[in-house]
């Protein structure tokens, strides 16, 4: 190992408490992490420390991150400090390391055996949110016709999603809610109703060897629980348990946790409960509050220093969240030693318009510059429209952060999901989804004979669709075709002489897809073949940075996905937009906030019958996001409050939000509303009714701000470059045309066996990614041609196909 991190190290580059929370090797410890305290840093380094001080195996190590970009981040930042590269295969999220015990398990006979016999297998496919709803429709179409609403399916969807989340203890003794366990506990017609489809989709997924998302948790907790060897064996191969983000954990994920931490319990938790803000989808606060309970005796460390924020935004957002109620142990004093920098920028505005005009002025007087610096937050996704069409206006390019993801367009995911049904010929899913498309004039009744016959138990559904094609029925021909198809598909894969991207090249071309699209929508066809093209380079890539990857690994990788694993790209030029829930995790230099309003933001969700405790939960969680929206700036943070907005229909009024009259008096600067009639709630005194008394705030000169005239177009901002200023009539901001990086140059021939072939073992080769490298094996010819390079960077050998890669001949 090149570098030990020791004692030393830990001083010289960690604060007293980080280098404290590395150095404490032994037993339960509890990280408290206030915001941009440096969390990261320290469990990186006492990760670090812990392999190369205290030579503990890597893969011994179990490290759990929020997002899979977390967990790549963690590892290349540890790979760095030891100056080598140890492979760390049990760091990821739980759901990537509950996918790989389930494969790691399921290939065991024993298990197999024990979960039943007839569970899943290794090579059961992940179903994504389509594939779920797709098949929750069917269940309610069957049993209620078309007399269904489509927000059934989403309801329906949600509460199976909270009984798989959610754990039920009796007696003591965890129970996982299974569908047994739901209709069991079902005591009115709608419950007994809603365990029934949840047994039904239980019973489907796993005919088609499909699970979701939840049922990766879910799942591995249940095989653990019924094979207590496994766990056991489990637990002593994990010598040290590192969980990020412990505020966030849910129930399910907490009982994995107790079944893989041995007697040791060397296990470190690091979080913050006053960044808890996923408990509308399971995360339970009462986890980390309980920890130095569950697991006592417990270390505990705090990380008060925050790094990130100027200290006027720190005191300000910790004024907010001492509102909270918080457990005596959790208590933190966060605290900047940044300088005290700009004041909290609060805005009093007319209306939602004027909220969105003026976010769009002060980001054109900041300039272009820092456009990439800048985020816009706002409470709920419909709060963007106004806003953006504000920045469109004013000429300033920007990105909606949580759009749709690349991987669920509907062209990627239909070329999925043939790749889909190649690697799991029970997925029911991925047949339905491309059997016509494009379309070959196989009708619905086909379809629907061929599931009816997969659910009779007479084969998978590719068996059955075989045994179609090869029958004497009307639809037979057509379905020959298509199977015909798919099989000299399977039979490339099984030769595996055929790399991943250009099998799926091959499932573009041969299927006609391309064509389909130009049929379907001339408009759009070209943008949706480059994400195609796009799709291969991707498949590609992961080719090349997972040597011998096989099609089911890149299809879990892709499934493993989440919206927190995009990436905010700075490089563009462009503001960002986005919800304050993605906003976990990120940094910005300036923050805008829109629509701190009451019924906004907060944002809670009561009825008549709600417990007083429940709306107070609601109200604290709805208080920790904004807390985590102002710690997310560096340097500026604006609110704004809109005295009316258009809302649910109709425009109506709306108070201030109760966060803003909560903030520190001392680090706000106040402008009032510009309007000249009385602010709502106010009369004409708004700027001293603002707090808890008679507060008065520092109010900033308001005419650079005042609202434009109705109608009016703003003026283009000065910092704009005079060429584009030019030709601005050609610039679509809304949907900015995508640059792609320049293709480094290089051969780009594609070698046969009579040729020529300067790429033979031993000939040294430059790679644009992966630099000097030198051949070790050329296999394959035609565009199959690929050679085996062993790069001297890091010595890994990677496998390079010829018709894609730029490779430079030394």
Not at 220 to 237: G, H, I, N
Not at 246 to 268: G, H, M, P, S
Not at 539 to 555: K, Q, S, V, Y
């Amino acid at each position: 190992m090149a570098n030990v991190v020791d004692f030393g190290v830990l001083d010289k580059e960690l604060n007293p408490e980080q280098a404290a929370a590395a150095k404490k090797i032994e037993g339960p410890m509890l990280i408290l992490a206030g915001a941009g305290s440096g969390k990261t840093r320290a469990i990186t380094y006492k990760i670090a420390h812990l392999v190369s001080y205290h030579n503990v195996e890597s893969d011994r190590v179990l490290a759990v991150t929020f997002t899979n970009k977390a967990a790549r981040e963690m590892k290349d930042r540890i790979q760095k400090l030891l100056g080598c590269r140890l492979p760390f295969s049990w760091m990821g999220t739980f759901h990537s390391v509950c996918l790989k015990l389930l494969k790691l398990c399921l290939s065991k006979d024993f298990v197999v055996k024990a979960m039943g016999g007839t569970w899943y297998n290794a090579n059961f496919s992940i179903y994504d949110d389509d594939d779920q709803k797709r098949l929750l429709r069917d269940i309610l179409k069957e049993d209620l016709g078309d007399n269904f609403e489509a927000s059934e399916v989403k309801k329906l969807h949600g509460a199976i999603s909270r009984y798989k989340n959610t754990v039920l203890y009796e007696g003591g003794s965890p129970k996982l809610q299974t569908p047994d366990v739901a209709l069991a506990r079902a005591e009115f017609a709608d419950e007994e109703k809603r365990a029934r489809y949840y047994s039904e989709y239980q019973k489907r997924l796993q005919e088609s060897n499909a699970m979701d998302f939840d049922d990766l948790l879910l799942n591995t907790v249940l095989m653990l629980q019924k094979v207590p060897t496994l766990a056991k064996q489990l637990a002593e191969r994990f010598q040290y348990v590192v969980v990020d983000e412990y505020q966030d954990t849910n129930d399910v994920q907490y009982e994995l946790l107790k079944l893989l931490i041995n007697e040791d319990r060397n296990v470190t938790v690091v979080g913050d409960d006053d960044q808890s803000i996923y408990g509308w989808r399971g995360a339970n606060i009462k986890i980390i509050r309980n920890f130095h309970r569950d697991f006592a005796p417990v270390t505990i460390v705090k990380l008060e220093r925050n790094y990130r924020s100027t200290s006027n935004i720190v005191k300000g957002a910790g004024s907010v969240i001492a509102h909270n109620i918080r457990p005596a142990e959790m208590e933190k004093k966060v605290f900047s030693k940044e300088e005290a920098g700009d004041p909290i920028r609060v805005r009093h505005l007319l209306d939602d318009r004027s909220e969105a005009q003026q976010i769009a002025n002060l980001i054109s007087v900041a300039g272009p510059e820092m456009y990439s610096k800048t985020a816009i937050f706002y409470r709920t996704n419909a709060q963007s429209r106004v806003i953006e069409k504000a920045l469109n206006d004013n000429r300033i390019p920007s990105v909606i952060f949580g759009g749709t993801r690349f991987w669920d367009r509907k062209e990627i995911k239909d070329i999925l999901g043939y790749l889909r049904l190649l690697s799991n010929e029970k997925d029911d899913a991925a047949h339905l989804r491309v059997i016509n498309t494009p379309p070959r004039a196989i009708g619905k009744t086909t379809v629907e004979t061929i599931l009816e016959r997969v659910r009779n138990g007479e084969g998978t559904f590719w068996q059955v669709l075989v045994a179609e094609a090869n029958g004497e029925g009307r639809a037979a021909p057509k379905l020959k075709g298509f199977t015909a198809m798919v099989q000299g598909w399977k039979d490339l894969l099984a030769a595996g002489e055929t790399p991943l991207p250009i099998l799926a090249e091959r499932i573009i071309n041969e299927t006609g897809y391309q064509d389909f699209l130009r049929k379907e929508d001339e408009a759009t066809a070209d943008e949706r073949i480059a994400n195609l093209d796009e799709m291969v380079n991707a498949i590609r890539e992961f080719d090349e940075e997972h040597p011998g990857a096989t099609l089911e690994e890149f299809l879990q990788d892709i499934s493993l996905l989440t919206d927190g694993d995009k990436k905010v790209d700075t490089s563009k030029g462009m503001v960002t937009l986005m919800t304050i829930h993605m906003a976990k995790g990120l940094e910005f230099n300036t923050v805008h906030i829109a629509g701190c309003d009451e019924e906004i933001f907060p944002l809670v969700r009561g009825t008549a019958f709600a417990a007083d405790k429940e709306m107070r939960e609601q109200m604290e969680e709805e208080r920790r996001l904004f807390y985590v929206g102002c710690t997310r700036a560096e340097k500026k943070l604006y609110l704004y409050h809109a005295e009316r907005r258009f809302f649910q229909g109709t425009i109506r009024p709306f108070a201030p939000s109760r966060f803003l009259k909560e903030l520190d008096p001392s680090v706000v600067e106040f402008t009032p509303c510009v309007d000249d009639r009385p602010a709502f709630g106010y009369g004409s005194n708004a700027g001293s009714g603002y707090g808890n008394g008679p507060i008065r705030y520092h109010s900033a000169p308001v005419g650079q701000f005042s609202r434009p005239s109705s109608g009016s177009r703003p003026a283009m901002p000065h910092s704009v470059p005079a060429s584009i200023r030019k030709n601005d009539q050609r610039i679509v901001y809304r949907n900015p045309i995508k640059v792609k990086p320049p293709v480094p140059s290089g051969p780009r021939v594609v070698y046969d066996e009579y040729s020529e072939n300067p790429y033979r073992p031993g000939v040294r080769v430059r790679h644009f990614k992966y630099g000097v490298g030198t051949i070790v094996r050329c296999t394959g010819s035609g565009e199959n041609a690929r050679v085996d390079v062993r790069f001297n960077g890091d010595g890994t050998v990677r496998t390079i196909i010829l018709k894609y890669a730029a490779l430079e001949v030394l």
